[in-house]
């Protein structure tokens, strides 16, 4: 009879530990992980503008690789999260979202410089907003009187989203 428990126990043991075992995954290891310099998810950084003689210029700056970027125009601007309408001036409006892409680092403190709500003066962009930063995606809003007319490039070293709206026929900056 005591040969019985001393297996069981034995038995039981093997199983316990094989089962623990199973759980570490396959490549963990007690190696310092390496840090690197370029951040996994784009960062957002600024959003500028300039005007030239035949269009306006929006460049939305981003550290680390360029994410996919999607550009629409829409009826209005409204914020991520709480859905409140933008209070930008304009009868036309792009919104322009990257991800995954973050404008904040991992403990949560901002790092996009750039304007969150900017009336601007140039022939065609009017308005510029940060219109979110949530769950990986970072939406900005553009604001227009006249219906943009645009093209779209990515510019590398450093990397940037630029957006040209050209001006409207007869308009002389």
């Known amino acids: 009879m005591q040969h019985r ?11 316990l530990t094989a089962g623990i075992g199973a759980t570490i995954p396959a490549g963990a290891s007690n190696a310092p ?12 950084v600024n959003a500028r503008w300039g005007g030239h003689a035949t269009f306006d ?31 930008l001036a304009g009868k036309y409006f792009l919104s322009i979202t990257l991800s995954p892409a973050a404008a904040h680092d991992d403990t949560g403190r901002s790092v996009y410089q750039g304007p969150r709500l900017q009336k601007i003066y140039l ?4 308005g510029v907003a940060l219109t979110g930063d949530f769950e990986g995606v970072v939406s900005i809003g553009a604001a227009f009187d006249s219906k943009p007319a645009y093209k779209t490039s990515t510019l590398h070293s450093p990397e940037r989203f630029v957006i040209d709206i050209a001006h409207p026929v007869g308009c002389r900056a």
Request: hydrophobic share 40%.
């Open 5 to 15: 428990h001393t297996l069981a126990a034995v038995a039981a043991g093997i199983l």
């Open 33 to 44: 992980s390496r840090t690197s310099t370029t951040p996994t998810t784009a960062l957002v």
């Open 57 to 87: 210029r929006l460049v939305i700056d981003v550290r680390g690789a360029m994410p996919s970027v999607t550009v629409r125009q829409v009826g209005a601007l409204h914020y991520d999260g709480s859905g409140e309408r933008v209070p």
């Open 123 to 126: 022939p065609t962009l009017k």
